[in-house]
């Protein structure tokens, strides 16, 4: 039988998103394909905030959870196999689950469609000199009209 791990990490996460809750999971950061911010990583483990307002890009799968989010204000893709998920559960009263861990070496890590996996990058400010020009923004003011 496959995994029932990506169906529950779906449930609880459609479920405390519907409860108006952040959802948090918590990832094994040294899991095999785990792309995400070594700097945040604290014994082994790092704690991401999933809600819809947090990240961008999101997708979740029966074998990869995909994100854009920030950290520290620089934009950064994660990358996570299911497996490496430990737990996920609700910020605002700590209700959720934990997983048993899962053996890496059970089954191959699975790549994300459409290519390499993403890669831990920032993106910087570049100013476009082919756009079109805009106007200064001017400071709003409100007038009497009689």
């Keep these: 039988m496959r995994s029932n791990r990506p169906y529950l990490l779906r449930a609880f996460y459609d479920w405390i998103v519907d409860n108006d809750c952040t959802p948090y999971i918590v990832v094994d950061a040294h899991y095999p394909e785990v792309e995400v911010p070594q700097d945040f990583v604290t014994d082994g483990q790092i704690v991401l905030n999933i809600a819809p307002r947090a990240v961008s890009s999101f997708e979740m799968n029966n074998q990869y959870v995909q994100l854009s989010t920030r950290f520290g204000g620089m934009p950064i893709d994660i990358y996570l196999p299911v497996g490496a998920v430990m737990g996920i559960y609700a910020q605002e ?3 959720g689950m934990v997983f048993e861990p899962e053996n890496p070496d059970d089954q191959p890590p699975p790549k994300p469609p459409g290519g390499p996996k993403p890669v831990l990058s920032s993106a910087e400010k570049t100013q476009s000199t082919t756009g ?3 106007k200064p923004k001017t400071k709003p003011a409100l007038r009497v009209v009689k």
């Design 132 to 134: 079109p020009k805009t």
């Design 93 to 95: 009263n700590g209700q």
